[in-house]
Protein backbone atom coordinates (compact mmCIF):
# COMPACT_ATOMS: atom_id res chain seq x y z
CA UNK A 1 0.00 0.00 0.00
CA UNK A 2 2.59 2.32 0.91
CA UNK A 3 4.85 1.60 -2.15
CA UNK A 4 1.67 2.27 -4.10
CA UNK A 5 1.37 5.89 -2.92
CA UNK A 6 4.77 6.57 -3.20
CA UNK A 7 4.63 5.60 -6.43
CA UNK A 8 1.60 7.77 -7.57
CA UNK A 9 4.01 10.40 -5.80
CA UNK A 10 6.40 10.26 -7.53
CA UNK A 11 4.66 9.97 -11.25
CA UNK A 12 3.18 13.16 -9.91
CA UNK A 13 6.04 15.34 -9.21
CA UNK A 14 7.81 13.30 -12.85
CA UNK A 15 4.87 14.40 -14.87
CA UNK A 16 4.83 18.19 -12.97
CA UNK A 17 8.54 18.31 -13.60
CA UNK A 18 8.13 17.74 -17.35
CA UNK A 19 5.49 20.33 -17.92
CA UNK A 20 8.02 22.72 -16.21
CA UNK A 21 10.44 21.74 -18.49
CA UNK A 22 8.94 22.14 -21.91
CA UNK A 23 7.31 24.92 -20.91
CA UNK A 24 9.76 26.68 -19.63
CA UNK A 25 11.11 30.13 -21.46
CA UNK A 26 14.11 30.98 -19.90
CA UNK A 27 14.56 33.61 -17.73
CA UNK A 28 12.73 37.53 -18.69
CA UNK A 29 14.52 39.04 -20.56
CA UNK A 30 16.13 42.35 -19.17
CA UNK A 31 14.46 45.37 -20.00
CA UNK A 32 16.21 47.50 -22.83
CA UNK A 33 16.34 50.88 -21.73
CA UNK A 34 16.66 53.97 -24.46
CA UNK A 35 18.97 55.96 -24.51
CA UNK A 36 18.48 59.41 -22.61
CA UNK A 37 19.41 62.53 -24.43
CA UNK A 38 21.97 65.41 -22.14
CA UNK A 39 22.89 64.32 -18.46
CA UNK A 40 21.16 62.81 -15.80
CA UNK A 41 20.90 65.19 -12.53
CA UNK A 42 22.69 62.30 -10.45
CA UNK A 43 24.90 58.91 -11.65
CA UNK A 44 22.46 57.22 -14.02
CA UNK A 45 23.25 53.93 -11.61
CA UNK A 46 22.56 55.66 -8.41
CA UNK A 47 19.16 57.34 -9.84
CA UNK A 48 18.16 53.86 -10.79
CA UNK A 49 18.07 52.96 -7.09
CA UNK A 50 17.10 56.36 -5.63
CA UNK A 51 14.93 57.53 -7.98
CA UNK A 52 11.54 56.41 -5.86
CA UNK A 53 12.62 58.25 -2.48
CA UNK A 54 14.23 61.23 -4.47
CA UNK A 55 10.86 61.85 -6.41
CA UNK A 56 9.24 61.79 -3.10
CA UNK A 57 11.23 63.94 -1.14
CA UNK A 58 11.28 66.88 -4.12
CA UNK A 59 7.90 66.72 -4.20
CA UNK A 60 7.14 67.53 -1.12
CA UNK A 61 9.71 70.42 -1.22
CA UNK A 62 8.41 71.67 -4.34
CA UNK A 63 4.45 71.69 -3.58
CA UNK A 64 4.84 72.36 0.37
CA UNK A 65 7.56 74.46 0.84
CA UNK A 66 7.49 76.20 -2.96
CA UNK A 67 11.22 75.61 -3.32
CA UNK A 68 11.87 74.13 -6.70
CA UNK A 69 15.41 73.93 -8.32
CA UNK A 70 15.93 73.67 -12.20
CA UNK A 71 16.55 69.69 -11.26
CA UNK A 72 13.68 68.72 -9.60
CA UNK A 73 11.44 69.07 -12.45
CA UNK A 74 9.71 65.68 -13.69
CA UNK A 75 9.16 67.69 -17.42
CA UNK A 76 13.33 67.78 -17.11
CA UNK A 77 13.09 63.97 -16.61
CA UNK A 78 10.61 63.60 -19.40
CA UNK A 79 12.39 65.87 -21.87
CA UNK A 80 15.58 63.61 -21.68
CA UNK A 81 13.87 60.70 -21.48
CA UNK A 82 11.27 60.80 -23.54
CA UNK A 83 11.28 59.15 -27.44
CA UNK A 84 9.90 60.04 -30.94
CA UNK A 85 7.47 58.48 -33.24
CA UNK A 86 8.31 58.84 -36.95
CA UNK A 87 6.47 61.60 -37.00
CA UNK A 88 8.43 63.50 -34.84
CA UNK A 89 5.82 63.45 -31.87
CA UNK A 90 6.63 62.37 -28.56
CA UNK A 91 5.25 59.47 -26.96
CA UNK A 92 3.76 59.16 -23.34
CA UNK A 93 6.64 58.06 -21.49
CA UNK A 94 4.71 55.08 -19.55
CA UNK A 95 3.81 54.11 -23.29
CA UNK A 96 4.20 50.04 -23.05
CA UNK A 97 7.96 49.77 -24.40
CA UNK A 98 8.98 53.61 -23.11
CA UNK A 99 11.33 54.31 -20.34
CA UNK A 100 8.96 54.56 -17.43
CA UNK A 101 7.26 51.28 -18.07
CA UNK A 102 10.12 48.93 -19.34
CA UNK A 103 11.49 49.11 -15.85
CA UNK A 104 8.19 48.96 -14.23
CA UNK A 105 6.37 45.92 -16.26
CA UNK A 106 10.17 44.32 -15.28
CA UNK A 107 10.00 44.94 -11.85
CA UNK A 108 5.82 44.72 -11.50
CA UNK A 109 5.36 48.27 -10.15
CA UNK A 110 2.76 50.59 -10.87
CA UNK A 111 3.64 53.99 -11.19
CA UNK A 112 1.10 56.31 -11.18
CA UNK A 113 3.13 59.73 -11.57
CA UNK A 114 1.24 60.45 -14.82
CA UNK A 115 -2.44 60.27 -13.79
CA UNK A 116 -1.48 63.76 -12.86
CA UNK A 117 1.47 64.52 -14.85
CA UNK A 118 2.04 65.03 -18.75
CA UNK A 119 3.66 61.90 -19.75
CA UNK A 120 4.99 64.33 -22.72
CA UNK A 121 7.48 67.23 -22.40
CA UNK A 122 6.08 70.86 -23.20
CA UNK A 123 6.66 71.47 -26.48
CA UNK A 124 8.64 74.94 -26.50
CA UNK A 125 11.34 72.71 -24.45
CA UNK A 126 14.54 71.87 -25.60
CA UNK A 127 16.38 69.66 -24.33
CA UNK A 128 19.56 68.79 -23.64
CA UNK A 129 21.11 71.79 -22.29
CA UNK A 130 20.75 71.11 -19.46
CA UNK A 131 24.15 69.61 -17.22
CA UNK A 132 23.23 69.09 -13.65
CA UNK A 133 26.24 69.22 -11.21
CA UNK A 134 25.64 72.37 -9.58
CA UNK A 135 21.82 72.15 -9.18
CA UNK A 136 22.28 68.71 -7.30
CA UNK A 137 24.79 69.84 -5.08
CA UNK A 138 22.01 72.88 -4.36
CA UNK A 139 19.10 70.01 -4.26
CA UNK A 140 20.70 67.79 -1.40
CA UNK A 141 21.63 70.98 0.34
CA UNK A 142 18.35 72.42 0.09
CA UNK A 143 17.60 74.02 3.69
CA UNK A 144 20.37 75.69 3.05
CA UNK A 145 19.35 77.26 0.09
CA UNK A 146 16.19 77.91 1.19
CA UNK A 147 15.00 82.19 1.05
CA UNK A 148 15.05 83.66 4.42
CA UNK A 149 11.08 83.69 4.85
CA UNK A 150 10.31 80.23 3.86
CA UNK A 151 13.12 79.33 6.74
CA UNK A 152 12.03 81.36 9.24
CA UNK A 153 8.11 79.72 8.82
CA UNK A 154 8.78 76.09 7.89
CA UNK A 155 8.13 75.21 11.38
CA UNK A 156 4.87 76.59 11.09
CA UNK A 157 4.33 75.17 7.94
CA UNK A 158 5.56 71.94 8.31
CA UNK A 159 2.66 68.99 7.48
CA UNK B 1 -20.37 93.34 3.52
CA UNK B 2 -23.35 94.20 6.08
CA UNK B 3 -25.70 91.45 5.09
CA UNK B 4 -23.74 87.70 4.99
CA UNK B 5 -25.88 85.88 2.34
CA UNK B 6 -25.85 88.94 -0.45
CA UNK B 7 -23.32 87.47 -2.05
CA UNK B 8 -23.91 84.07 -3.52
CA UNK B 9 -20.73 83.20 -6.10
CA UNK B 10 -21.35 80.69 -8.32
CA UNK B 11 -25.05 82.62 -9.28
CA UNK B 12 -24.54 85.30 -11.93
CA UNK B 13 -27.62 86.68 -10.83
CA UNK B 14 -26.67 86.98 -7.28
CA UNK B 15 -28.74 89.95 -4.95
CA UNK B 16 -26.86 92.75 -5.17
CA UNK B 17 -24.52 94.10 -2.63
CA UNK B 18 -24.60 97.27 -0.89
CA UNK B 19 -21.90 99.85 -1.10
CA UNK B 20 -21.64 99.86 2.91
CA UNK B 21 -17.83 98.65 3.11
CA UNK B 22 -16.71 101.58 0.28
CA UNK B 23 -16.52 104.09 2.87
CA UNK B 24 -14.82 102.50 5.79
CA UNK B 25 -11.02 101.64 5.83
CA UNK B 26 -10.45 97.54 4.95
CA UNK B 27 -8.56 97.04 8.74
CA UNK B 28 -11.42 98.76 10.19
CA UNK B 29 -13.87 97.04 8.64
CA UNK B 30 -12.00 93.81 9.21
CA UNK B 31 -11.71 95.08 12.89
CA UNK B 32 -15.12 96.08 13.22
CA UNK B 33 -16.04 92.42 11.95
CA UNK B 34 -13.87 90.18 14.27
CA UNK B 35 -15.37 92.07 17.48
CA UNK B 36 -18.83 91.42 16.06
CA UNK B 37 -18.44 88.22 16.01
CA UNK B 38 -16.56 87.60 19.33
CA UNK B 39 -19.52 89.61 20.61
CA UNK B 40 -22.25 87.42 19.44
CA UNK B 41 -20.38 84.28 20.04
CA UNK B 42 -18.18 84.54 22.86
CA UNK B 43 -18.11 80.93 24.79
CA UNK B 44 -17.89 79.02 21.70
CA UNK B 45 -15.07 81.67 19.33
CA UNK B 46 -12.43 81.62 22.13
CA UNK B 47 -11.39 78.14 21.50
CA UNK B 48 -11.88 78.39 17.94
CA UNK B 49 -9.61 81.44 18.06
CA UNK B 50 -6.93 81.00 20.16
CA UNK B 51 -6.05 77.29 17.90
CA UNK B 52 -5.90 79.35 15.19
CA UNK B 53 -3.11 81.50 17.29
CA UNK B 54 -1.50 78.48 18.47
CA UNK B 55 0.05 78.37 14.78
CA UNK B 56 1.67 81.52 14.96
CA UNK B 57 0.26 84.89 13.67
CA UNK B 58 -0.32 85.28 9.78
CA UNK B 59 0.36 89.03 10.02
CA UNK B 60 3.92 88.50 11.08
CA UNK B 61 4.46 86.24 7.52
CA UNK B 62 6.69 88.90 5.59
CA UNK B 63 5.75 87.60 2.43
CA UNK B 64 1.71 87.33 1.91
CA UNK B 65 0.30 87.18 -1.78
CA UNK B 66 -2.92 88.97 -2.51
CA UNK B 67 -4.55 89.73 -5.32
CA UNK B 68 -6.55 93.28 -5.24
CA UNK B 69 -9.58 92.82 -8.17
CA UNK B 70 -10.64 96.87 -8.97
CA UNK B 71 -14.39 95.90 -10.07
CA UNK B 72 -14.32 99.71 -11.37
CA UNK B 73 -12.07 98.70 -14.19
CA UNK B 74 -13.59 95.12 -14.74
CA UNK B 75 -15.26 95.18 -18.12
CA UNK B 76 -18.68 93.36 -18.21
CA UNK B 77 -19.10 90.13 -20.91
CA UNK B 78 -14.63 89.89 -21.21
CA UNK B 79 -13.52 86.80 -19.72
CA UNK B 80 -9.79 87.07 -20.71
CA UNK B 81 -8.79 85.94 -17.27
CA UNK B 82 -11.08 82.46 -17.26
CA UNK B 83 -10.01 82.35 -20.64
CA UNK B 84 -6.27 82.35 -19.46
CA UNK B 85 -6.60 80.01 -16.64
CA UNK B 86 -8.11 77.76 -18.74
CA UNK B 87 -5.00 77.65 -21.33
CA UNK B 88 -2.71 78.04 -18.92
CA UNK B 89 -3.51 75.20 -16.29
CA UNK B 90 -5.04 72.91 -18.89
CA UNK B 91 -8.69 73.15 -17.84
CA UNK B 92 -11.75 71.84 -20.34
CA UNK B 93 -13.46 75.48 -20.09
CA UNK B 94 -16.92 73.99 -19.59
CA UNK B 95 -18.81 74.67 -16.32
CA UNK B 96 -21.01 71.85 -15.41
CA UNK B 97 -21.19 70.42 -12.05
CA UNK B 98 -18.30 67.41 -13.80
CA UNK B 99 -16.07 70.15 -14.98
CA UNK B 100 -13.21 72.29 -12.83
CA UNK B 101 -13.94 75.81 -12.61
CA UNK B 102 -10.94 77.55 -10.74
CA UNK B 103 -11.93 80.69 -11.60
CA UNK B 104 -15.34 82.73 -12.91
CA UNK B 105 -16.70 85.93 -13.35
CA UNK B 106 -19.62 86.84 -11.23
CA UNK B 107 -22.35 89.66 -11.85
CA UNK B 108 -24.06 91.45 -9.25
CA UNK B 109 -27.00 93.79 -9.39
CA UNK B 110 -28.79 95.83 -6.81
CA UNK B 111 -32.96 94.88 -7.26
CA UNK B 112 -33.79 98.29 -6.05
CA UNK B 113 -31.41 100.52 -8.20
CA UNK B 114 -30.19 98.20 -11.19
CA UNK B 115 -26.43 98.84 -9.96
CA UNK B 116 -24.59 96.23 -11.93
CA UNK B 117 -21.12 94.93 -11.22
CA UNK B 118 -18.97 92.60 -12.69
CA UNK B 119 -15.65 90.83 -11.32
CA UNK B 120 -13.50 87.38 -10.83
CA UNK B 121 -14.47 85.42 -7.77
CA UNK B 122 -11.51 82.00 -7.34
CA UNK B 123 -9.84 80.75 -4.27
CA UNK B 124 -9.11 83.47 -1.70
CA UNK B 125 -6.27 82.35 -0.41
CA UNK B 126 -7.77 82.85 3.28
CA UNK B 127 -5.21 83.44 5.99
CA UNK B 128 -7.17 80.88 7.75
CA UNK B 129 -8.95 78.70 5.01
CA UNK B 130 -11.56 76.17 6.13
CA UNK B 131 -10.80 73.91 3.35
CA UNK B 132 -7.51 73.53 4.98
CA UNK B 133 -9.02 73.30 8.43
CA UNK B 134 -11.36 69.94 7.27
CA UNK B 135 -8.72 68.40 5.22
CA UNK B 136 -8.54 64.70 6.58
CA UNK B 137 -5.24 63.92 5.09
CA UNK B 138 -3.60 67.68 4.97
CA UNK B 139 -3.38 67.50 1.38
CA UNK B 140 -5.22 70.48 1.55
CA UNK B 141 -2.76 73.08 2.95
CA UNK B 142 -1.39 77.31 3.19
CA UNK B 143 2.09 77.47 1.65
CA UNK B 144 4.39 80.12 4.12
CA UNK B 145 3.99 82.44 1.39
CA UNK B 146 0.01 82.26 1.74
CA UNK B 147 -1.50 80.50 -0.89
CA UNK B 148 -3.45 77.99 -0.83
CA UNK B 149 -3.26 74.74 -2.37
CA UNK B 150 -4.16 70.87 -2.60
CA UNK B 151 -0.85 68.50 -2.24
CA UNK B 152 -2.59 66.18 -4.88
CA UNK B 153 -0.07 63.66 -3.70
CA UNK B 154 -1.92 63.37 -0.02
CA UNK B 155 -5.34 64.52 -1.76
CA UNK B 156 -8.10 61.14 -1.39
CA UNK B 157 -10.96 62.83 -2.98
CA UNK B 158 -13.32 62.96 -0.18
CA UNK B 159 -14.51 66.57 -1.27
CA UNK B 160 -14.44 67.79 2.02
CA UNK B 161 -13.32 70.95 1.25
CA UNK B 162 -15.49 71.36 -1.95
CA UNK B 163 -18.23 71.66 1.10
CA UNK B 164 -16.44 73.82 3.32
CA UNK B 165 -15.02 76.39 0.87
CA UNK B 166 -17.94 79.21 1.10
CA UNK B 167 -16.40 80.57 -1.82
CA UNK B 168 -17.17 77.44 -3.81
CA UNK B 169 -13.90 77.76 -5.03
CA UNK B 170 -12.78 74.01 -5.19
CA UNK B 171 -13.45 71.92 -7.95
CA UNK B 172 -13.23 68.00 -8.09
CA UNK B 173 -11.93 66.37 -10.88
CA UNK B 174 -14.29 63.73 -12.19
CA UNK B 175 -12.76 61.82 -14.73
CA UNK B 176 -10.21 60.58 -15.91
CA UNK B 177 -7.49 63.82 -17.76
CA UNK B 178 -5.15 62.96 -20.67
CA UNK B 179 -4.20 66.53 -21.75
CA UNK B 180 -2.54 67.97 -18.92
CA UNK B 181 -0.14 70.95 -19.05
CA UNK B 182 2.89 70.00 -17.83
CA UNK B 183 3.27 72.75 -15.61
CA UNK B 184 -0.05 72.00 -14.11
CA UNK B 185 -0.46 68.69 -12.71
CA UNK B 186 -4.05 67.22 -12.46
CA UNK B 187 -5.84 63.72 -12.25
CA UNK B 188 -8.77 62.48 -11.38
CA UNK B 189 -9.75 61.52 -8.14
CA UNK B 190 -8.47 64.50 -6.79
CA UNK B 191 -9.80 68.04 -5.08
CA UNK B 192 -8.43 71.42 -7.05
CA UNK B 193 -8.96 74.81 -6.73
CA UNK B 194 -6.92 78.52 -8.17
CA UNK B 195 -3.24 77.84 -7.49
CA UNK B 196 -2.70 81.21 -7.81
CA UNK B 197 -0.58 80.14 -10.55
CA UNK B 198 2.02 79.39 -8.32
CA UNK B 199 4.57 77.87 -10.50
CA UNK B 200 4.38 81.26 -12.34
CA UNK B 201 4.74 83.06 -9.13
CA UNK B 202 7.65 80.75 -8.14
CA UNK B 203 9.49 82.11 -11.43
CA UNK B 204 8.82 86.21 -10.64
CA UNK B 205 5.92 86.73 -13.19
CA UNK B 206 2.02 87.35 -12.20
CA UNK B 207 -0.86 84.46 -11.99
CA UNK B 208 -2.39 84.14 -15.72
CA UNK B 209 -5.38 86.03 -14.99
CA UNK B 210 -3.47 89.07 -13.87
CA UNK B 211 -1.36 89.00 -16.94
CA UNK B 212 -4.06 88.55 -19.19
CA UNK B 213 -6.25 91.42 -17.69
CA UNK B 214 -3.43 93.68 -18.07
CA UNK B 215 -2.93 92.73 -21.90
CA UNK B 216 -6.62 93.24 -22.38
CA UNK B 217 -5.74 96.56 -21.14
CA UNK B 218 -8.15 96.92 -18.31
CA UNK B 219 -6.29 96.60 -15.31
CA UNK B 220 -8.44 95.34 -13.01
CA UNK B 221 -6.17 92.82 -11.17
CA UNK B 222 -3.28 93.38 -9.70
CA UNK B 223 -0.93 90.92 -7.80
CA UNK B 224 1.59 91.24 -4.77
CA UNK B 225 2.94 90.93 -1.92
CA UNK B 226 0.34 92.24 0.62
CA UNK B 227 2.93 92.65 3.20
CA UNK B 228 5.46 94.08 1.77
CA UNK B 229 4.57 98.25 2.29
CA UNK B 230 6.61 99.00 -0.62
CA UNK B 231 5.04 96.65 -3.27
CA UNK B 232 2.22 98.11 -5.58
CA UNK B 233 -0.55 96.44 -3.59
CA UNK B 234 0.20 97.41 -0.43
CA UNK B 235 0.06 100.54 -1.79
CA UNK B 236 -3.13 100.47 -3.57
CA UNK B 237 -4.95 98.98 -0.72
CA UNK B 238 -3.59 101.44 1.58
CA UNK B 239 -4.89 104.69 -0.64
CA UNK B 240 -8.09 103.09 -1.22
CA UNK B 241 -11.12 101.42 0.51
CA UNK B 242 -11.22 97.81 -0.43
CA UNK B 243 -12.89 95.41 1.19
CA UNK B 244 -13.18 91.13 1.03
CA UNK B 245 -16.06 88.86 0.03
CA UNK B 246 -17.71 87.56 3.46
CA UNK B 247 -15.76 89.19 5.57
CA UNK B 248 -17.51 88.40 8.51
CA UNK B 249 -16.43 84.70 8.26
CA UNK B 250 -13.14 86.18 9.63
CA UNK B 251 -11.30 83.90 7.27
CA UNK B 252 -9.07 86.94 6.01
CA UNK B 253 -9.16 86.28 2.31
CA UNK B 254 -6.09 87.74 0.78
CA UNK B 255 -8.24 88.73 -2.89
CA UNK B 256 -8.99 91.86 -1.75
CA UNK B 257 -12.39 93.81 -4.02
CA UNK B 258 -12.54 97.47 -5.02
CA UNK B 259 -15.36 98.92 -5.92
CA UNK B 260 -18.21 96.41 -4.80
Known amino acids: MRARALAIAISVVAVLLAALWFTHKGPVPRPLIAQARGHCVVNPSRMRRIHMMWLRQVRMRVVRYGVALRADRLTRCISCHVQKNAQGQAIPINAPGQFCSTCHVYAGVKVDCFACHAAVPEPAFAPGHFSGAHHIQAAFLWPRVLPRHFKASLSRAAP | ?260
Open chain 2, 1 to 260: MTDPDSFVPQDSKAQAENEGGCDVGRRRLLAMAGGVAVLALAPGVTVWASTFRAKGAVDADPVRYGLLIDANHCQGGCDACVRACKQYNGLSGKTGPDNAQWIRKVTIQDPKTGFTRNFPVMCQHCAKPACVAVCPTGASFRRADGIVLVDKHRCIGCRYCLMACPYQARSFVAHKVDDQRPRAPRGKGTAEGCTLCVERVDRGKPPACVAACARRGHKAMLFGNLHDPQSAIAKRLAQYASTTIRADLGMEPGVHYRGI
